[in-house]
């Protein structure tokens, strides 16, 4: 068996699929299931099993998974403390974001970090906040930055950046002259949110239930997906949403949504950053989160 081996064979495990770990290994579904089936022939054991609709490990399968995944992990280690020997900070670095920080707070960040250390390639990818966290325990992900981080004893979170969340509406919205909403007003309003792993919506659930108002008594009218499809949907005057002020900040200056204050209910935030405690960071991530660090000391 080989690292290639190792790694397609933990991705099949955990994506449940052939078809699903080969895209991501850049590999046709008949290689990937060729080289499962080299390592089944190599350990004389059924490896996977492929009767049901998902692809779940056999017995063996679970113990080869186990150890496959400490290799993999060693193997990682190894390089990245051999990268590191040079004196210059260079490499890649893979950061999975949630859509609040991944779309309006690190693109800036991250150019201005190009500028300092222009010989570490980054690449960012945007997705909901379970969706990064799990890539990053996972070690797809090098870094992850999410709204609502999940408390996983596997994690290592830390602030990025600060944020508030308020509730919008369209200008022609009933709302939109109002001081304040009460509360109670707010369950009876027809809402847009977003879709279940959104981190604003863990977020905001949150802060209702603690104000009196349990998720499933809130007068839902569409679940919209992520932030940008919610955004659209409120300036279209589809319903009132609740959004980062870091994803509205031209609509309310140009009056196509108007926030709308919510009586006995403020919401604020960190973003953070995510990582997994038992992976070694390269020389670039630790770059980086030392860059978020002092940004986020700087802002006060």
């Not at 027809?190 to 959104?198: D, R, S, T």
């Not at 300036?235 to 140009?254: C, D, K, Q």
């Not at 196509?256 to 995510?274: C, H, K, M, S």
Request: glycine share 8%; charged share 25%.
């Amino acid at each position: 068996m080989d690292i290639r081996q190792l790694r397609l064979f933990c991705r099949i495990v955990e994506r449940h699929s052939f078809s699903l770990a080969a895209d991501e290994m850049h590999i046709t579904q008949p290689a990937a299931s060729q080289q499962v089936r080299s390592l089944e022939r190599e350990l004389k054991t059924t490896l996977l099993d492929r009767s049901r609709r998902t692809v779940v490990p056999t017995d063996a399968g679970q113990v080869l998974y186990r150890y496959a995944r400490e290799i993999l992990a060693l193997h990682e280690r190894a390089r990245t403390e051999i990268d590191d020997l040079g004196d210059l900070v260079a490499g890649r670095v893979v950061i999975g974001a949630s859509t609040g920080p991944g779309e309006h707070v690190l693109p800036a960040m991250l150019t201005h970090f190009k500028e300092l250390y222009p010989g570490v390639e980054v690449a960012l990818h945007v997705d909901d906040t379970q969706e990064v966290v799990e890539r990053v325990l996972t070690r797809e992900f090098e870094l992850g930055a999410v709204g609502a981080p999940t408390r996983r004893p596997d994690l290592v979170a830390e602030p990025l950046a600060r944020d508030e969340v308020v509730l919008v509406c369209n200008p022609g919205h009933a709302w939109a002259s109002r001081d304040a909403v009460s509360v109670e007003e707010l369950g009876q309003e027809p809402q847009l949110v977003q879709q279940q792993g959104a981190g604003i919506r863990a977020v905001v659930e949150d802060h209702l239930r603690r104000a009196g108002l349990p998720p499933e008594r809130l007068n839902v009218l569409m679940e919209m997906g992520l932030m940008e499809s919610a955004k659209q949907a409120a300036i279209a005057g589809g319903g009132v949403t609740f959004m980062s002020r870091w994803a509205i900040g031209p609509e309310l200056e140009h009056g196509t949504l108007v926030a709308v204050r919510v009586e006995g209910l403020e919401i604020r935030r960190d973003f953070y950053t995510v990582r997994s405690k038992t992976r070694v960071l390269s020389r670039a991530a630790e770059a980086l989160l030392a860059y978020f660090r002092e940004g986020y000391a700087e802002a006060g």
